[in-house]
């Protein structure tokens, strides 16, 4: 974190100096082994157009010539996601898996997070997003990273501290407060089910947020020994009997979150952690506390996640048993990683399709191929109708 704030201020202080030259408080590779540019709008191909189909609910500003669309028309689904240089590929074809497998896909409306110091400036992300999606529904907004950056402790993996993991914490202060409902997904994702049918899951009761929970996974492995050996600081989940969730699919309420100042309420958790270290991992364990055990518990279906791998090199996962209709690449690997290194898991060839990068590797051909048979018992039977 020490190694973070520093570039940090260096960045700063250069770019008050040399403004055209500040690339940024990350270290990211902006050519590739070709010295082409990484972000250049030839690297990804335009996506097919995708219209609604019968039933779908007629936009306020549909047929209005001139006018964009706006973000509190009462039609229209909300995703919130992160935009970076760094999963750009994957945000990209996270997107294309959602307007792909959508009733009406004229009806989802995408706003962006990007980071403010991130080596693509929100305007040349809204120009590489328009020129791959010319008819998508989104706006991007800036990320103060000054915001959350001083709440941020060490975690056990660098990764895990950057500023945009947070962004999640503060959408209900970035999005318009039009907007009173959202569903926040990872950059790592691929949805092959209709997005509307994970839209219409009510929010029962005083729940803020939905979620698949895992209530068979170790709880207590989230928190330190000094947080469990604390009389008071355990008894936060005295009355409650907590579920881990992954905070990479979540549907949100605005509304009863912005109403509960459930923000202020993470940063509480955050300010203690820097004083006495109660957790390990970047910015999940502040979600526990709030919300365990008082999650709208959705379908496993919708969050089939942990495809990355452990942090172990070369590690694949499986599916979990049942039907799938989002699959999560959470973990340390990556598909686009993985299949550009000709290394993929059987699982990466299902993200492939979605990719629409044009300057992909050829998978070796001696790699093998996912093969259905309809006389597989797998998982993955369960959803290739999807694909």
């Not at 082994?33 to 609604?52: K, S």
């Not at 914490?169 to 970035?174: A, F, K, P, Q």
């Not at 207590?220 to 009355?239: E, H, I, Q």
Request: aromatic share 12%; net charge neutral; with cysteine.
């Amino acid at each position: 974190m020490v190694g973070f704030r520093l570039k940090a201020a260096v960045c700063l202080l250069f770019y008050l100096v040399f403004p055209p030259f500040c690339l940024g408080i990350r270290s990211i590779r902006t050519r590739d082994i070709d010295g082409r540019d990484v972000l250049g709008f030839d690297r990804f191909a335009e996506a097919p157009e995708y219209r609604n189909g019968r039933g779908c609910q007629v936009s306020a500003n549909e047929g209005e010539f001139g006018l964009k669309p706006s973000s509190c028309d009462p039609s229209l689904v909300h995703i919130a996601m992160t935009l970076d240089s760094e999963y750009i590929r994957g945000s990209i074809a996270a997107v294309h898996s959602v307007i792909k497998h959508a009733s009406c896909p004229e009806n989802i409306f995408f706003h962006f997070i990007s980071a403010e110091f991130d080596l693509a400036s929100p305007r040349v992300l809204t120009q590489l997003v328009r020129s791959t999606f010319p008819s998508l529904k989104f706006k991007v907004y800036i990320f103060r990273e000054d915001t959350v950056i001083n709440l941020i402790s060490s975690s056990i993996r660098e990764a895990l501290e950057n500023p945009l993991n947070y962004a999640r914490n503060y959408l209900g202060d970035i999005l318009d407060t039009c907007v009173d409902r959202v569903i926040y997904l990872d950059s790592d994702l691929l949805l092959v089910d209709d997005i509307h049918k994970l839209w219409n899951i009510p929010l029962t009761g005083s729940k803020v947020i939905g979620a698949p929970e895992y209530c068979h996974a170790n709880f207590t492995k989230y928190f330190t020994d000094d947080f469990w050996s604390d009389p008071l600081l355990s008894r936060v989940f005295g009355s409650r009997k907590p579920c881990y969730f992954n905070t990479g699919v979540m549907v949100m309420d605005l509304v009863k979150w912005r109403e509960g100042n459930y923000r202020r309420r993470i940063e509480n958790w955050m300010e203690m952690q820097r004083k006495k270290r109660i957790y390990e991992l970047g910015s999940l364990p502040p979600f526990l506390l709030v919300f365990g055990g008082n999650v709208e518990a959705i379908d496993h279906r919708w969050n089939q996640h942990g495809l990355g791998g452990d942090n172990v090199k070369g590690s694949c996962r499986s599916l979990h048993p049942g039907p799938v209709s989002l699959l999560h690449w959470s973990g340390k690997g990556k598909p686009w990683v993985r299949l550009d290194a000709r290394k993929p898991c059987p699982l990466d060839y299902l993200w492939e399709p979605y990719d629409l990068y044009k300057h992909k590797s050829i998978v070796a051909k001696d790699q093998p191929s996912l093969v259905f048979s309809s006389s597989s018992s797998s998982p993955l039977m369960e959803f290739t109708s999807y694909l």
